[in-house]
C-alpha cells in the first residue's frame, strides 16, 4: 500500500476491484464504512456480487480477466471528458514527456516484439524502441501543454480511443450503464482536494495481464490526482501477516533486501553491478532517489559477511549466487525445474505448494522427483506428506521427508510488517508446544550444523572438489580454507552471531536489518560512534563504514529503541490517522508514500481539511528561506518547486523521487509488456476473439508445457469460466484454519458457486456434490447455487462463470474428499512476476 | 478502585450480566465478576499481532502462569490503533490455532520408500538435514554457467517460504540460503 489502513477512511470515493475486502480484509471495512458515513463513495467491480458489493453504492458485474478492458474505458472518458487534473498531470507525471520515433503500436503489439522461441515465455520486446527523446543534457524532453502529438498524453489518448463503452461492454459483460456509472463517480475524484482509493488484491495479480492491470489504476490515480494525498494512493491489500515483510527481506530470486537487485551473471564485480542498478538523472529537479543504490547496497555486503567483507575482496560481493541474465528462478520455473528431475533437495519452510501452486497436480508430481525434502510447520500437510497422498503409492517414492515442527506466533517474539508497512513488534505467550521450536532456532541451528561440516572439512584437508554434473574438479590448494567441500567462503565467512546464550535472539537481527556505524563516522559535523545503531539511511555509507541488512528498514531499530514496539496512540497536528508514533513504517516512519504530491509547486496541500505535508519554512520578499516540512516525513524533505511569488526554485524538487526523473509513471517503458496497458483475454478464454485487436492473448505472457501443463482455451469440453477466492474463515491453503474446529464448522467443505441459470442448464440443485473439471484436473464441489453469479453477455453470447474457494486439502478434513482448487488452475502467468493465471481459467461443472 | 481500560471493561460487562439473571431471585454478579477475573488475573498478559492478513490487527494474550503454562484466551486489542478491539472470524480464533491437539510437536522423518512417519530427535533431523545439503551443494555446486559467467551457485536446491515468518527470521532465512548459493528462492509472494 502506498497509504495505510487507516487512511482509507479519508477517501471520498472508494473502488474496490480484484479484492473482496470486506470478506477477506474485514476490519479493513471499519475504515471503508467510516469514510462512508462521512459521505464517500463505494464502488464494488467483481464477477460476483460478494460482500463487499452488498455494501457498495454501485456495483458493476465483469468477465474475469477483462478489467484493462474495464479502466481503459475508464481512462478515456477522463480523457474525452477532460476530468483529469490538469496541474497534476502535467507537473507531476510523465505525461508531457516526448516518446521517441521507434514506439509504435499496431494490432495489438507495441513494437520491438520477438516470439519466444523456446518458452516458457511467448515472446518478449526490445524496450529501447520505447525509450524518450532526450535533450543535449540528457534530460527527456517535455512539451506541458501535452499538445504535442508524440507526448505521452496524446499517445495515451490514441491508444485508449478503441476503448469506447460499447466495445468494453461487449468484452467484460457489463452494461453500458454500469460502466458509465462508476466511470462517472470515480473520476469526480479528479477534482483537487477530492480523494478516490483503490483496494486490490489477488483478483488483479493472478492474471497473464496482472501487472497491467494494476497499471492502468496506476494511469487513473495519476490523472485524477490521487498519489501522494490522504485518502488516495495504490494499495495492495496484501493476504499474508508478513508477505510484505519476506517481500522486503527478499525470499525472491529476482531481488536482494530492500529492493535491491538479485545478482546477475553479468554483473561480475560490485562496481559493475552498482553502475548497472544505479538511475542516473540529468534532471537537476529530480532527486532520483536510487543514486544512493550503492550505499546500500555495500551495507547489505557488510551485514551478510561483517568483518569478512571489505574493499579488497569486493565486500564479500562473489560470495553470493549470481542468476543468469536470462534466466528465471521463479515459482513456476522450481516446479518446471523439478518435474523435469533438475532439483534435488527442496524447502517447503511455512508454505504448502501442494495446495498453493497453480496446477498442483504438477507440483504434487515434482515432490515424487525429490531425493529429500525438508517441511517446516505448524501442522502435518499436504505437502510433508505427498507421499501418502491420493493416488501415491509410498512404495515408489523415493523421496526422504524431514517434517519439523514450527512454533505458533505468539510462542516467540519477533515483528511483522502489515500490507500498510506498518512494522509491529509480537511478544512471547506461553512457551513453543511440545518439542516444536520457532523458526529462527531451527534456521540459526541447521545452519550452525551445515557450518560445522565445511569446517570439519577444511580442517580435515578437503575433499575432492566435485563440480556440475559430479565431475571431480581440482583440489585448491592455494588456499586454505578453500579446501573444504565446494565453494565454502559464503558459508564460512557468513555474519552469524545472532544468538544469546545459544540461543536465537531476533533483538539481535533486528539491529543487524537495522544497521550499524562499523566506524566512528561524521556525518554533517556530527560524530557517530563505532558500534551504534545507524539512526536512519540518509547516513548509511558505501565504503564499508557502515551495515544495513535491509536499508528500507534502517531507523527501525536505534538508540532510541525498538521503534516498533511503540504504541502511542497519539495522531499527527494533521490529524488524518497516521499516528505517527504508534509502531513504524518504512521508509523513514513516512505513512503516505509519494506524500510531496499532494501539495502543489509552493508546498500548499491540494486539501487544506485532510492535508499530508505543508511547506513550513520561513520566507522573505516571496521567496522561501528555511526548508520546513510539518506533518508526515515529506518525500525527500527538499524545498517545494517554486517560492511563494510563482518563482522557480533551483533546489526544488519533483515529488516522485524514487523514479528517475522525479515524475509518475502514465507511460511505463520499464514493463516486459509494453508502456501502455493493452486488453488481452485470458491464456483460456471463453470468447474467440479479442474485440479490440487480432492478438488475442498477452503475447509476452509464461506459459509451460510439460505433459501436465494441459491449457484448453474455447474449448466445448470446458465452456465456463472459473475463478478462484477465498472465504473469511479460511486462510490461504487452509493449513492454519482447516485443523480447527470452529472455523470448520463455519465452513466445512469445498464448493463451487453458480447461477441460478447455469444450474438450471446443467440439473443442478443446490447443495449436491458435482464435479469441476479443467484441462488438468477434476475436484468434487459441492453446489451453491446462487443470485451472486449472473451470466454475463458476451459479444452476442452468454457466459457463465462459478468460484471455487481455494483453502482446502484432502489431509484435512479427515475424509480427504476436500480438494484444493489449485489442481484446476492453469501453468501461464504474467510476464512482469511470472504470478500465475489462477483468476481466470476454464472449467465444466456436471452431475456426480 | 484503579482500573485500567480493560479492566473496566470486564467489570463493567459483568455487572450488565449480574443485572440480567438478578430476576432469579438471587446475585450472581459477585460470582460472575469473579470468573471474569479468574481468566487473566493470574495470567501473564503479552500482546501479538494477528498471524492471518496483512491489517496487522492487536490481538492479547493471556498467558496462564500456572499449570500448564498455555494460552488462556486471545482477544482484540482495544488499545491497537487499527482494529480498536475488534477481530475477524479467524483473529479471533487464534487460541484454537495455537493450542490445537493436531500440532505438530516433535520432528518426524520418512524414509525413502517407507509408508510412515517416524518421530527423530531435533539432533538427528538437523545433523541429516546438513548432510544433505551439504552432499548436494557440492556435487552440483557451479562456479561458472554455461558462458563462461562466474554464478558460484547451486540450481539442485530450492526453497519456498515464508510470509508466516518474522522479519528477523525472514533476513536470516535468505542470508543462510543465499550464502549456500541458491537461487530458487521463492515464496508466497510470487503466488
Redesign the interface.
Known amino acids: 500500500m502506498t497509504n495505510h489502513w487507516i487512511d482509507i477512511k479519508n477517501s471520498d470515493c472508494i473502488l474496490i476491484m480484484g479484492s473482496n475486502a470486506a470478506e477477506n480484509h474485514p476490519i479493513s471495512f471499519k475504515y471503508v464504512t467510516e469514510a462512508m458515513q462521512n459521505g464517500a463513495k463505494l464502488i464494488s467491480v467483481d464477477p460476483r456480487f460478494t460482500k463487499t458489493s452488498s455494501k457498495a453504492d454501485i456495483y458493476a458485474p465483469l468477465r474475469s480477466g477483462t478489467d484493462i478492458a474495464f479502466l481503459g474505458g475508464m481512462i478515456k472518458y477522463i480523457l474525452d471528458n477532460s476530468l483529469y487534473n490538469k496541474e497534476y498531470t502535467a507537473e507531476y507525471t510523465n505525461a508531457s514527456f516526448i516518446v521517441g520515433k521507434d514506439f509504435d503500436f499496431k494490432d495489438g503489439f507495441f513494437s520491438g516484439y520477438t516470439k519466444g522461441k523456446e518458452g516458457p515465455s511467448m515472446g518478449s520486446y526490445d524496450k529501447s524502441k520505447w525509450a524518450f527523446e532526450v535533450d543535449d543534457k540528457g534530460i527527456p524532453k517535455m512539451d506541458k501543454t501535452l499538445e504535442n502529438p508524440r507526448s505521452v498524453f496524446q499517445l495515451m489518448k490514441k491508444h485508449y480511443e478503441r476503448y469506447t463503452p460499447e466495445i468494453v461492454s461487449t468484452i467484460t459483460g457489463t452494461s453500458k450503464e454500469d460502466l458509465l456509472k462508476v466511470y462517472e463517480t470515480y473520476s469526480a475524484t479528479g477534482k483537487t482536494g477530492k480523494a478516490g482509493t483503490i483496494m486490490y488484491a489477488m483478483g488483479w495479480t493472478q492474471h497473464t495481464v496482472g501487472t497491467q492491470m494494476i497499471r492502468t489504476m496506476c494511469i487513473i490515480q495519476l490523472l485524477l490526482g490521487n498519489m501522494g494525498v490522504a485518502g488516495g494512493g495504490v494499495n495492495a491489500l496484501r493476504g499474508e501477516s508478513n508477505v510484505q515483510g519476506s517481500t522486503d527481506h527478499a525470499l525472491l530470486w529476482h531481488l536482494l533486501p530492500g529492493y535491491l537487485k538479485g545478482i546477475k551473471a553479468s554483473n561480475d564485480t560490485l562496481t559493475a553491478y552498482n553502475t548497472k542498478w544505479t538511475p542516473k538523472s540529468f534532471d537537476p529537479l529530480s532527486i532520483n532517489w536510487w543514486q544512493n543504490y550503492p550505499k546500500y547496497s555495500v551495507s547489505l555486503l557488510k551485514s551478510f559477511f561483517g568483518d569478512k567483507a571489505n574493499k579488497d575482496n569486493d565486500f564479500g560481493f562473489s560470495w553470493l549466487p549470481k542468476a543468469d541474465d536470462t534466466g528465471s528462478y521463479s515459482w513456476f520455473d522450481i516446479f518446471d525445474a523439478m518435474y523435469k528431475e533438475k532439483i534435488k533437495g527442496f524447502f517447503a519452510w511455512g508454505q504448502n505448494p501442494a495446495c498453493s501452486g497453480s496446477n498442483s497436480t504438477k507440483t504434487r508430481k515434482a515432490l515424487e522427483k525429490l531425493e529429500w525434502m525438508v517441511n517446516v510447520n505448524l501442522f502435518d500437510n499436504e505437502t510433508g506428506s505427498f507421499w501418502h497422498g491420493p493416488g501415491v503409492d509410498p512404495s515408489k517414492v523415493k523421496t526422504e521427508v524431514f517434517m519439523l515442527p514450527a512454533a505458533a506466533s505468539v510462542e516467540k517474539e519477533g515483528s511483522i510488517i502489515n500490507s500498510g508497512r506498518w512494522m509491529q513488534w509480537r511478544y512471547q505467550g506461553p512457551k513453543p508446544m511440545g518439542d516444536s521450536r520457532p523458526d529462527g532456532d531451527i534456521i540459526l541451528e541447521l545452519f550452525n550444523k551445515i557450518k560445522e561440516l565445511y569446517h570439519k572439512d577444511a580442517a580435515n584437508g578437503g575433499n575432492e572438489k566435485v563440480g556440475k554434473n559430479g565431475k571431480k574438479g581440482k583440489k585448491n590448494k592455494e588456499n586454505k580454507v578453500n579446501k573444504g567441500g565446494a565453494f565454502p567462503e559464503p558459508i564460512l565467512n557468513l555474519k552469524w552471531d545472532y544468538a544469546t546464550n545459544g540461543i536465537y535472539d531476533p533483538h539481535k537481527v533486528a539491529k543487524e536489518i537495522n544497521g550499524y556505524f562499523l566506524e566512528d563516522v561524521t556525518i554533517k559535523d556530527k560524530q557517530y560512534k563505532k558500534g551504534t545503531l545507524v539512526p536512519n539511511f540518509t547516513m548509511l555509507q558505501d565504503n564499508g563504514s557502515t551495515s544495513s541488512g535491509c536499508w528500507v528498514y534502517c531507523g527501525s531499530y536505534t538508540e532510541d529503541g525498538n521503534m516498533s514496539a511503540r504504541k502511542d496512540t497519539t495522531d499527527a497536528p494533521n490529524n488524518i490517522g497516521l499516528y505517527p508514533k504508534f509502531a513504524w513504517a518504512w521508509p523513514l516512519n513516512r505513512r503516505i508514500i509519494y506524500n510531496r504530491a499532494s501539495v502543489n509547486a509552493k508546498g500548499e496541500p491540494w486539501n487544506k481539511d485532510k492535508w499530508v505535508v505543508k511547506f513550513a519554512g520561513e520566507q522573505k520578499d516571496g521567496k522561501w528561506t528555511t526548508n520546513k516540512w510539518d506533518g508526515d516525513v515529506p518525500d525527500g524533505g527538499a524545498f517545494p518547486l517554486e517560492n511563494p511569488d510563482g518563482t522557480k526554485r533551483e533546489d526544488g524538487k519533483n515529488p516522485f523521487i524514487m523514479q528517475k526523473d522525479g515524475y509518475g509513471q502514465i507511460y511505463g517503458s520499464g514493463l516486459a509488456d509494453g508502456p501502455f496497458p493493452e486488453h488481452y483475454e485470458p491464456l483460456e478464454c471463453p470468447v474467440e476473439k479479442n474485440y479490440l485487436s487480432p492478438q488475442m492473448t498477452n503475447p509476452t505472457a509464461v506459459v509451460y508445457s510439460t505433459s501436465e501443463d494441459a491449457h484448453a482455451t474455447c474449448d466445448p469440453r470446458f465452456p465456463f469460466v472459473g475463478t478462484t477466492y477465498r472465504v473469511c474463515e479460511h486462510w490461504q491453503t487452509g493449513l492454519m484454519t482447516r485443523p480447527q474446529a470452529w472455523l470448520m464448522e463455519l465452513q466445512p467443505q469445498m464448493f463451487v458457486e453458480m447461477s441460478e441459470e447455469l444450474a438450471a442448464l446443467r440439473g443442478i440443485k443446490n447443495g449436491e456434490r458435482v464435479k469441476v473439471s479443467s484441462a488438468r484436473a477434476s475436484v468434487e464441489c459441492t453446489a451453491i447455487v446462487t443470485k451472486r453469479f449472473k451470466p454475463f453477455k458476451i459479444g452476442n453470447g452468454i457466459v457463465h462463470q462459478v468460484g471455487v474457494p481455494w483453502h482446502y486439502g484432502w489431509m484435512w478434513p479427515s475424509s480427504g474428499a476436500e480438494e484444493s482448487a489449485n489442481l484446476l488452475t492453469p501453468s501461464a502467468g504474467d510476464p512482469n512476476t511470472r504470478i500465475p493465471e489462477t483468476k481466470a481459467f476454464m472449467v465444466n461443472v456436471t452431475k456426480i | 478502585m484503579d482500573l485500567n481500560r480493560r479492566e473496566f471493561i470486564q467489570v463493567t460487562s459483568a455487572t450488565a450480566a449480574g443485572l440480567a439473571v438478578s430476576g432469579l431471585g438471587f446475585d450472581l454478579m459477585p460470582v460472575k465478576a469473579h470468573a471474569q477475573m479468574l481468566k487473566t488475573k493470574y495470567a ?1 498478559e ?13 490481538a492479547i ?3 496462564s502462569q500456572r499449570g500448564d ?3 488462556i484466551n ?1 482477544e482484540g486489542d482495544p ?1 491497537h ?4 478491539g ?6 479471533a ?2 487460541k ?5 491437539e ?14 510412515k ?1 517416524q518421530a527423530v530427535s ?1 539432533d538427528w ?10 552432499e ?8 561458472k ?1 554455461s ?1 563462461g ?43
Not at chain 2, 48 to 57: E, K, N, Q, R, S
Not at chain 2, 81 to 84: K, S
Not at chain 2, 96 to 100: G, I
Not at chain 2, 125 to 134: D, G, S, T
Request: proline share 3%; net charge positive; hydrophobic share 40%.
Open positions: 501473564k503479552t500482546t501479538t499481532i494477528c498471524c492471518y492478513c496483512a491489517v496487522g490487527c492487536g494474550v493471556h498467558t503454562g498455555r494460552v486471545i488499545d490503533v487499527i482494529n480498536r475488534a477481530l475477524c472470524p479467524k483473529g480464533s487464534i484454537q490455532l495455537v493450542e490445537n493436531n500440532r505438530l510437536i516433535r520432528p518426524m522423518y520418512r524414509a525413502p520408500y517407507s509408508d512417519w531435533w533431523a538437523l545433523e541429516n538435514i546438513a548432510k544433505k545439503v551439504k548436494t551443494r557440492d556435487a552440483t555446486f557451479e562456479t554457467n558462458k559467467q562466474v554464478v558460484n551457485r547451486t540450481t539442485a536446491i530450492a526453497s519456498v517460504g515464508s510470509a508466516a515468518m518474522d522479519n528477523e527470521e525472514c533476513w536470516t532465512y535468505q542470508a543462510m540460503l543465499r550464502s549456500l548459493g541458491l537461487v530458487y528462492v521463492e515464496h508466497q509472494a510470487r503466488i
